[in-house]
Each structure stands twice: as C-alpha cells, then as structure tokens.
Nanobody, 115 residues
C-alpha cells in the first residue's frame, strides 16, 4: 500500500525559505514518477515540480529558479526546497506519485507566505 506523508509546511515571511519533505512507503522514490502539487483556495491543483520515471525534473514557470525538487533514495523521501517565497505561493502542497496507472496523494501540508 502506497503512503505519502508530507511535512515541513508553516508560516513564513515573503522572501523566506521552507523545505517540504514527503516520506514514501510502498513505493520507491527512485523508480517512479513523483512530484509536488499545490492548491490555493478556490483554485485547481497544479503541478509545482516533479521527477519523471527517467529522472528528469520539470517545474512550473512560476517557481523556476526559486524551488528545487530532490530526493534521497536511502531515506525514500522526496523534498521541495522553496526559496524567495511570495504570497502567491500560499497553498496546500501535496506529494504525488504515479505507479502502475494509479495516482497516489498525500494529505498535504499548508504553506502560508505572509508578513
């Protein structure tokens, strides 16, 4: 059974940084497509950053050069380093994995960027 557990969200001032973590079980972060999505109030859930099965990364235009996705295989954990945060980055951030034709989601972690 796939489980994804996010952590690291919180309140941060504009210009600040946060690192989100996604601890995975039942799936390997090394061999599956995984990524981070976010959903702001009243908006759709959108891709923020992800790894393809081949290991390539892709980012939403709005976060390029500010956010970095990474993974540590021995910990089976996915990360999202977020720098230069803006109020418009405020959202619930979800860890996502795609395995055997099925989408798996964590419960999300709230990131609030506000002064």
């Amino acid at each position: 059974q796939v489980q994804l557990v996010e952590s690291g969200g919180g309140l941060v001032q504009p210009g600040g940084s946060l690192t989100l973590s996604c601890a995975a079980s039942g799936i390997s972060v090394s061999f599956n497509a995984m990524g981070w999505y976010r959903q702001a109030p009243g908006k759709e859930r959108d891709l923020v950053a992800g790894f393809t099965v081949a290991g390539r990364t892709n980012y939403a235009d709005s976060v390029k050069d500010r956010f970095t996705i990474s993974k540590i295989s021995v910990k089976n954990t996915l990360y999202l380093q977020m720098n230069s945060l803006k109020p418009e980055d405020t959202a619930v951030y979800y860890c996502h994995a795609f395995k055997s034709g099925v989408d798996h989601w964590g419960k999300g972690t709230l990131v609030t960027v506000s002064s």
